[in-house]
């Protein structure tokens, strides 16, 4: 959720710890623990394991009245998406459970001896995915459950086996400490801290205990950090969500067949929580000669300003917003004085041509809160020519009509560098299920090989271990020939593949 | 392979292209020359990918006598070994054609939409791995054929999908032009070059258009090399296999069995081509009073000095032996005047305790050619408290008595950081195998996820993408219902698991 220009963030005002618990604690403190109890957590098994992910979501779901009405008075989100939210955080850990169990997530390879294998006999060669150990966790501001104490993140370190710190969002400290505290009773001890303040979370990502660190937030946090991670004497890995402009792209013959609906959804979806999500589609491409801006304009107006997730969002807002509007190749299709309430922030749309987004760079910027950018293509030509300008995203959506657009749709599908391509949909609402990714090349991600959200989330807190002959009784249980955790083992022997083998060297 | 102290490298002497071929060329050239040939070479369809895979290893066996004439010329490494390895290298292009042809490697999964899912409704969601992009390889001194311009990165690289530009170390660069041309007939153009000298290589880390970097070397090369690619304005994965001490523990039991067989085999294994292996057991841990001390000194007085792969490696062996033999901790067990050839190198052998080993980390850092470092240790536990102490690596080996050592054995697995655990063996020759795992945490690579040995070294080059609620004639191949390409694809419907949902946001 990156902003045009440099805008005070929490993180940068002096910290003050507006809520202590005895589960808030130092950085070190919090990475000591961890690691104290790091090799007792990954030695759980998986059933055991998958119970803990299933507790914190009952725990997340008996206690969502009061969880919600926490998050309401500090987010402004409104209670019903809260609730919402929660029920997603629950499905989450719900999902990572079911991983758990199921077990392929160990990424179990076996390769029994061979002594006939070309080039040379083959030892016995097991693989597996182990933790990493303590992950560190920077939670995001705009949702509160979801990407935060006990989210995507967190849910997916602790299903691979990691114990968890997480850096409380300080848009939400109290809602931090309390989710912490309810979490803790399902959790062994160490298993997850939270701490609070920018010190906290820089002493996270250099502690020696943190093995990788996960991240959601504005490109310029997530870079500093990012950089600190890898200046270590020994680098972690990094998993920062960054920023997103999430393009939407609607053919002449779409725009021709149903374009009314087009934009009375985008302005919905670009409005949704406020336009205060990463998936918002901050782009939308017409073609020129569209004649929908009196309807954009119609939909947009009757949508009201809001409170958003704290000052520091909607003084970025307003002034990413004034800038982009006061560009001379910007025109407004909608743009009304911001409210009295410095935290609120109103609606807005403005145009521009896909001409100029080629000429000028600084139009691509994310704006993060409820507003976005109408591009008009002359000819899928000038739309073809524009795409390779923009920023691989999170997202890419495409309105088309599928037999006649087949051809424009696959060159489409080239060049939109997205992580998600969304057909005749929109991108907000990243659904909860195992094929999700929700990730990118960068500057959506510092890490374009992962995702934060779907079944494969996971990845990013495991290492491999291959074990060369290892008699059964000292292998680890996924590994054994008995298999008593029941996981799937993809057994390479030489009659379902040809043997390679082991040189001299 | 690092040094103790910094030496002189090909890296860091005035470059000088001493062959040059129609196919090398500068940095960014041949970066421009891989961007272009990206798009169409990661069109190319599954079996003719594996196909060309299977003409490089046809290439090199048909002109293996050839190859390894002009390999030996520039390495010294033995005509026998460099055979070996020639065969080595084909059997890791054929396991990559099997992958590529078997398709799991795309990891395809399949979410069918759901509308009855909870707590929302589910679109169609289908996932694939596709090629990052072009990948740069930094070639390694030590394996001409099998870390080098057709070795296991441009095997994984190209399978993966992607372009490669090879920067070919500077201890063979007649061999990398050579193997470069023949290749060049089976390739489509652009898919691989060559490229000569240090700033080539920094320019190829730090073109727009290479989006991976693989690397085989030094740590101080390799952390130089990481650095400048997360320094990018846009950072890319860079995946580096740096140095590794490779213990051996033998456990009080095994030593009383079969002490002199360990030693003898240990021997073998330091001096196995030289001592330029990556995994050459750079530590022996043995019981105190192991009284084997005159067996060793037998075995290694045996082997004889010989012609290392460059001056850059013989001077840094004597001068890290040299520092290594004067620590006042280090006892000589053998050590002999060094050659007056100055490309040559004599074996060594040291000998410490394990309560020095906790006491100097000097005495940790690697070594690179025919020396190790036996550590005797007083007690199970005084062995166990050394462990810690010891950086992570690429493998490390346990020598025990499966019955009598049972528990040991689980304490030193579990104090024993690496990649591969090999069991009454030997880390040298690692196996060219599906679940080989060749990679380590820092600072054994700069990526402990990955391996660059495997069928799981593809995963490097290749990043997910997520379609959703695309229609059958616009996904690509893998992710159709039909599955023209019959891979495997992974379904998870309502009816095989819970179906997580969608939430507001």
Redesign the interface.
């Known amino acids: 959720m990156p902003s045009l220009s440099p805008a005070p963030s929490p993180d940068s005002t002096p910290t003050t710890r507006r809520t202590t618990t005895p589960r808030t604690t130092t950085a070190a403190e919090a990475a000591t623990r961890a690691r104290q109890a790091a090799?007792a957590f990954a030695a759980v098994p998986l059933p055991a394991r998958a119970s803990l992910l299933r507790d914190l979501s009952h725990t997340l779901g008996e206690n969502a009245v009061h969880l919600a009405a926490v998050a309401e008075e500090e987010t402004r989100l409104g209670a019903?998406?809260l609730r919402?939210?929660i029920?997603?955080t629950?499905?989450?850990l719900?999902?990572f459970a079911?991983d758990v169990e199921a077990g392929a997530f160990l990424?179990v390879?076996?390769?029994p001896a061979d002594p006939d294998?070309?080039?040379?006999p083959?030892?016995d060669?097991?693989?597996m995915l182990v933790p990493?150990g303590p992950v560190a966790v920077f939670s995001a501001s705009n949702?509160p459950f979801?990407f935060s104490v006990l989210g995507g993140d967190t849910a997916s370190a602790l299903a691979a086996g990691c114990p968890v710190v997480v850096k409380a969002h300080e848009g939400h400290p109290r809602l931090s400490d309390l989710t912490a505290e309810l979490a803790a009773d399902a959790l062994p001890p160490g298993a997850l801290s939270v701490v609070h303040g920018r010190e906290a979370g820089r002493g996270l990502v250099t502690d020696p205990a943190v093995?990788a660190v996960g991240f959601t937030g504005s490109t310029s946090g997530g870079r500093a950090l990012?950089?600190l991670a890898?200046?270590r004497p020994?680098?972690?890995?990094f998993y920062g969500e960054l920023g997103s402009l999430n393009p939407v792209v609607v053919t002449p013959a779409a725009c021709a067949a149903r374009g009314e609906t087009i934009v009375r959804e985008y302005i919905a979806s670009v409005t949704?929580?406020h336009g205060q999500?990463c998936t918002k589609p901050g782009l939308l491409f017409l073609p020129a000669g569209h004649g929908l801006d009196d309807e954009m304009r119609r939909v947009i107006a009757a949508t009201h300003p809001a409170t958003m997730l704290g000052s520091w969002i909607s003084t970025a807002y307003r002034t990413t917003l004034t800038e982009l509007a006061a560009h001379p190749a910007v025109r407004p299709l909608h743009l009304t004085d911001q409210p009295e309430d410095p935290r609120a922030g109103a609606p807005a749309l403005l145009t521009t041509t896909a001409e100029d987004v080629r000429a000028f760079p600084e139009l691509l910027e994310e704006c993060f809160g409820p507003t976005s950018l109408v591009i008009t293509y002359t000819t899928p030509q000038d739309l073809l020519e524009a795409l390779p300008a923009l920023p691989a995203g999170l997202t890419a959506t495409i309105h088309g009509q599928?037999q006649e657009d087949?051809e424009l749709?696959?060159r489409l599908?080239?060049a939109l560098q997205?992580?998600?391509?969304?057909?005749?949909?929109w991108p907000?609402?990243?659904?909860?299920?195992?094929?999700?990714?929700h990730?990118?090349?960068?500057?959506a991600t510092?890490?374009?090989?992962h995702?934060s959200v779907?079944?494969?989330a996971v990845?990013?807190w495991?290492?491999?271990?291959?074990?060369?002959?290892?008699?059964e009784?000292?292998l680890p249980a996924p590994l054994r020939r008995a298999n008593p955790w029941r996981v799937p083992q993809?057994v390479?022997d030489s009659s379902t593949?040809?043997?390679?083998?082991?040189?001299?060297?």
Chains 1, 2 share one sequence.
């Open positions: 090799s019903d998406r919402g939210e029920r997603r629950q499905a989450q719900e999902m079911d990424d390879m076996i390769d294998a070309h080039p040379a083959r030892p060669v097991r693989r990493l949702f979801a093995r990012f950089d890898n200046s020994d680098p972690i890995p949704l929580g999500f599928e087949e749709v696959r599908t080239g997205a992580g998600r391509l969304v057909w005749n949909g907000t609402g990243v659904a909860v299920t195992p094929a999700m990714h990730g990118g090349p960068w500057p510092t890490s374009p090989l995702t779907g079944s494969r990845a990013r495991m290492r491999p271990v291959a074990y060369q002959n290892m008699p009784t000292l993809e390479n593949r040809r043997g390679a083998g082991r040189p001299a060297g």
